[in-house]
């Protein structure tokens, strides 16, 4: 009766069919008369709401009901498909988003019923009256059931009459511990397990998962078919200690009672008869089930929400990697012979393989978790569709390279960044109509998304022809503002100026709008990206348009690092942090207001005690004739970590340290050594000044 | 509701629940079996710097780093020089898998529920509140242990 698989499945799916939803919504605007797009929509709209019924999902049902309602109309040519319609179509889609978003979080449809949406479709159909066409009955006003009431829904009601025709009683039973009772979870499942030898328990309020992690005061209500007596129940419960009363309501008895000593010695053929009723209830409860499961708050089976992350996998790469796994335990078995034999020569070979194996394997995995940047790329048409209209400009988006895969990891956190620079491109870059026109450039303004593999890192540019970056004017900007001096300001190459529009204080103390018609969070995404481990670049050419080169490396989980000893524990340092390595004597650290700083090319830059900081147990103390410091870049600003000595440069895995050890914000992670040992990984962003 | 109580019946049999017994300072412990991953022995543990002191650090288990708090540190008991039978108890919680630091691991008992008395009348004193109970085997006694408390209150405290 677990439902949460069909749950993964259906959340799976319905991502999937709305991304289609959105596809083809925006195809069919600009050709109102495909049939082929319509039928998809249809289509479309058809499947989610035939899974949303089965999962019992009624309000996703009813509003992809009166789309289908709209949409065979069109279909039937009554309706022409016209901006208003794929406006609410959108609409739709979007109250669908949301439906599943709930579903993804809570793991139920919630009560939004998005009326007005129903309504908008409705009126499409009769837009003369406001009929309400022949949709299922509104079922919201069953579910919002009140505790106390909790026997009178009808799926309980359902149970309860087969029960009686299934010459079986149905009790209401409401228990109430002792005050004093200690483990009230356990005393409530001794009960439960009690009232299960003789009935089948129906619901309880609260629920079961409740009453097991002992949410709730003194007393639950369970609600049973049994063919038990009252008396005998009773008296059976009130044998269990710590029972302080026990009421039973009659919610349903059967006909005929029969008396202990009768059913004794008939207690064959009623357990016959008991266990077909068994069955019988579960069928009942299983097609009820779905109609219970997320609605109904009583419900006995109501699953917690639990939605993983999933990734779709091609199955020949699967059978790749079962393939590896397969070499791998030859090589295994190969290596326990060798040991056996004590044949030294063979390891060598051996040992050969196996590293030819792990690589491939490693490989494999990676491609496992890669999923294409049509993930986050769907989605950008129907926003830059919007901005047009709201923006009242004419744009076209293109994309290239929507097949490009990247980790899983990198998907989920690239979207906001290039969200804000497509913004950026339509909002600022691409002019006005007019404005386009007058510059003799096309109308339509057109913004280009490109991705694409580039060695080691992903690349994706967001390219638009709009009116470009005003160099000038933010150099002016900059000086204004102080950044440089106006001598300075000079001297400075273009690429320098145009990267004041990444800092922080420049965009958001001061609307850069003003100065370049750039800068709307653009410090959050060079942030975000560099969080990543990637940069962001820039080109632009006045009146012609900007390039915004976003570079990520393809995956998150492993990074080159260099290992580094403390005394006697290992750390590593991310090697895209670090800038340089050197060895000073002990007497060229200054000191600068009692803080500690070296000058390296006439630059200052300030010392960290790496031993004091990580408190690293010292073993003794010695007199050391050179530092050596790891030069680590954070920002533009350099910070030099004091270590003892240098293990050397290596690829190593990122861990998570887990979610009982937060807090701790000099550590970024773990790896596991060739040693089997943990080392951890240093967060340079957190360690340096 | 079937299906949750078939799968506990099979564990628990008639009530009774059974309980990893380990000691500490001559104290016996238990923590229900179902929450018990596996025991390994003292490996070498990576210290986590600027961690609450319970906290040892960190340790690999084929592949996983999980965290490791020393359960007398834990109790504020004195520490002592692991021994052969020091042993590292790695439990489930809510999200993964922790370890802790036991004198040595004794053995596999089953506990009647009848026979788990709650602690809280035993008195106010701050060192109950990672209790369950105290499960009575014959003459003995050995002290169940909350492990959710034990390992939420060390987040809030870390």
Redesign the interface.
Known sequence: ??MSQYLELFIEESKEHLQNLNQHLLEIENNPNNMTILNEIFRVAHTVKGMAGTMGFSKIATLTHAMENVLQEVRNGNIKISTHIVDVLFQCLDALENYVNRVINEGNEGQNDYASVVKALNLILAPDTEQVSEQEPKETDVLVEKADEFVNDEYTQNIINKAVQAEMNAYNINITLNAGC??KA?RA??I??TL?TECD?I??EPK?EDIEDEKFDLTFNIVVVTKASTDKLEKELYAI?EVDNVGIDVLAEKALHRTAEQRDNSSQVQDDMQSDVGVQL?QQQGKQYKNEETQDGSS??VAKPRTRKTVRVDIDRLDNLMNLVSELIIIKTRLEDIEGTEQYSNSSEAIEYLERITTSLHDAVMKVRMVPVEMVFNRFPRMIRDLARELDKKITLNMYGQETEVDRTVIDEIGDPLIHLLRNSADHGIESTDQRLANNKSEHGTINLKAYHDGNNVVIEVQDDGAGIDVEKVRQKAIVKGVVDPEMAKALSDKEVIDFLFQASFSTADKVTDVSGRGVGLDVVKTKIEDLGGIVEVETKKGKGSKFIIRLPLTLAIIQALMVILEK?KYAIPLSSIKEIINIKPKEVRLVQNKEVILLRDTVIPLIRLDK?????KTESKEQKQLTIVIVRKGDKLTGFVVDSLLGQQEIVI??????????S??AG?T?LGD?????ILDVNALAL | ?????KK?KTIEVK?YTQFVVFKLAEEEYGIDIQRVIEIVELT?I??????PSF?K????LR?????VMGLRERFNLPPIEQTDETRIVIFK?N??S?GMIVDNVVEVVEIH??A???V?NFSNDDSLKFLY?VGKIDERIVTLLNLDKL?VQ??RE?
């Open positions: 009766m677990d200690v483990l356990a499942f001794i439960f397990r299960e328990i619901k309880s079961v200690s579960f006995p089976q524990e900081v990580l408190d690293v147990p861990k998570s340290l887990g979610k009982h050890l937060t807090g701790i000099e550590i773990a596991i089997g040992q943990v080392a951890l | 509701m079937e299906s949750t109580v506990e009530g070498s990576t210290r986590v710097p600027n961690a906290v650090g960190v340790i690999n592949g996983e780093i999980i965290p919680v999200e993964g922790i529920l009848s788990i008395e709650g809280s109970g390992v060390a987040q870390g």
